[in-house]
């Protein structure tokens, strides 16, 4: 067998074309990165280059690379139960977790099923939302109202809810029954709005499309409580208790995709805290497991659980199961990670770094002029790159302006989420003041020199 990590050392990019890695190979395999080994908030990659990881992998290492804790408890588990059999039923670790999540879930999100990723978890509550419809008595309930711009995931049903033209139109025609809406992007409004004269219209079309639709045929509105894709898409405070009346009013299940914003990430354990507003659905993944098993959850309203609960003459029962489900190794490890947020009080440390970010960008915003807006909350926060802050004017798209940013910064050493309009934090909720402001520095330093190279060009 060939040593791929040699012939890739050795810049051998023939043998890259044994793994697909990303959208774009043969882009990627020109320079390829293959991280070797973590500790904390650093990566090192297959050459010996140390990278600080502003991004937690991608929103998931939430309690740092090598936490000791974590690796305890899966080498525990691992000793005792590695796998039970899910058709026959379940295992200690699992029931424990679902319990914690229970206790720590806001109002009564009380009932739990587990999943080994975000699409996964997605793809559950797409299938829950139609299932207790048709338990209840509205069998014509199906549809799924989400966003343009949002990501909920690689498989065909989070797919077909996603709005994103780039990843899905290679796909279409996707599944029927998914309608679109476009979301609360305040800082370039859609309708040529000004908040708050704007009467939140994105949140009340939210309203008029279900009336349009016939709201005998909607099951669920699925939104994240920030969206990440289109870059990081902070609502304004009335949008998410206005979508929960609306969905109350119609009888459509509200469901949180809180995969990127659970676990800490904004500064409380859910977005759901955060902004005060309890979905009937709950999905989580990513941080959960801290990224060192696969594991997601979806926490699921008591009064909507209870519709899965009769007897089988009359109640199928909740339709959904994976062979992983519920894995023991994954439970034990969600327990340890959820155990490392609470006794050393990371959501106090993410809600203070949160505004350290916040005036981290706020600073160098200031010293280079071409950021227009700072959003997002906690350890979730990006900014949108402009050409010039009073008029809102985007860097011209060639320039690319985001990406090269993006690309400079992971030469000197710092993974960050970036795009051509914007771009990114969401470090660990270990991270220290000291490493945050290293990450700030670099990004600082990257913006200055694509600026410098820029010139009048910009
Ligand atoms: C908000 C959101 N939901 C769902 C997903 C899908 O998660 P996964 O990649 O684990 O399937 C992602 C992935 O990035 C995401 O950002």
Redesign the pocket.
Known sequence: MPDLISYAQAGEQEFLRQIFVRDQMAEWSKDPLIMARADGVRYWDIHGREYLDALSG?YVVSVGHNNPRVIDAIRRQLESLHFSPPMHGTNPVAIQLANLLAELAPGDLSTVKFQC????V?EGAIKLARQYHRLTGSPGKYKIISRYQS????TLG?LAASGLKSRKTVNEPLGPGFIHVFPPTCYRCPFDKRYPDCGITCAKLIGDTIEMEDPATVSAVLV?PIG?TGGIIDPPDEYLPMLREICDQHNVLLVF?E??TGVGRTGQLFAADTFGVLPDVLCT??GLSGGYVPL?AMLVRRPIADAFWGPISENPGYVEGHTFEGNPISCATGIAVLREILERDLLANARALGERLRAGFADIARRHGCIGDIRGRGLLQGVEWVRDPATKQAFAAELNFGVRVGRRALKHGLLCRFDPNWLAFGPALTTTADELDQMLAILDRSVGEVLGELGDQR
């Not at 990723?117 to 996964?120: C, L, R, S, T, Y």
């Open positions: 991608i990723g975000g699409g996964e997605i990501w909920h995931g690689s989070a994240e990440h995709d995969v990127i993944g990513k997601s």
